[in-house]
Structure formats: C-alpha cells, structure tokens
C-alpha cells in the first residue's frame, strides 16, 4: 500500500506560479513512476504530467508544455510540480498518482494510487 499526500496549493493571481509536493510513503518510490492529474469543475481528469521512475525522462500535457515542470527526489520520497505562468484554465484540483512500474504513463487508468488532491486557484 502506498499513500500520497498533496500539499502547496492554494489561490495566485494569473502570471503568478505555485509548487506542488507529493509525499510518498514507502520503500520502493524510487521504483515507481509518479503523474500528476487535475480535475476542473464539471470536466473529467485531465493529464498534466508524468516522470519515470528513475526522474531521467519527463512527459507534459501539451496545455502545460514549457509553462509546468515535474521532477522527483527519491531520497525524500517526494515529486513536485512547478507551475509558472499560471492561467485561469489551470484552475483544478490537482492530483498526484503512483504507478508500481518504471514507466511513462499517461492515462489515469493506468494508475495504482492517488493521492487526495490539493486544490488550485488562479484568478484572473
């Protein structure tokens, strides 16, 4: 069993950024590959990105390509997702997702755990 525990959302300005963390529990998260997700107001969930399990290749939605960076501390057991240039559109609940293979993957389905979301705010 693995649980994930979002932190660092909360509500910015449009341009502003945010950091989001995911604390993993466990012995074994530098053997797994980590994503996250977000979920907006009556849309379904949506991909943001994905890190393999070693951090050495990292995959991005195309709405978040060179404005959100995913990286991963496997001695802290820890992911993060560094959003600059936020938008209005970037409003979610943001989610993070283990999958108990190297990876990349990019569907939700394909995830083992989820953490319970951290909410994000962008105003514009």
């Known amino acids: 069993q693995v649980q994930l525990v979002e932190s660092g959302g909360g509500l910015v300005q449009a341009g502003g950024s945010l950091r989001l963390s995911c604390a993993a529990s466990g012995r074994t998260f530098s053997t797994y590959a980590m994503g996250w997700f977000r979920q907006a107001p009556g849309k379904e969930h949506e991909f943001v990105a994905t890190i393999t399990a070693s951090g050495g290749h990292t995959y991005y939605a195309d709405s978040v390509k060179g404005r959100f960076t995913i990286s991963r501390d496997n001695v802290k057991n820890t992911m993060y997702l560094q959003m600059n240039t936020l938008k209005a559109e970037d409003t979610a609940v943001y989610y993070c997702?283990?999958?108990?293979?190297?990876?990349?993957?990019?569907?939700?389905?394909?995830?083992?755990?989820w953490g319970q979301g951290t909410q994000v705010t962008v105003s514009s």
């Open positions: 997702a283990n999958k108990r293979d190297s990876g990349p993957y990019y569907g939700s389905l394909d995830y083992d755990y």
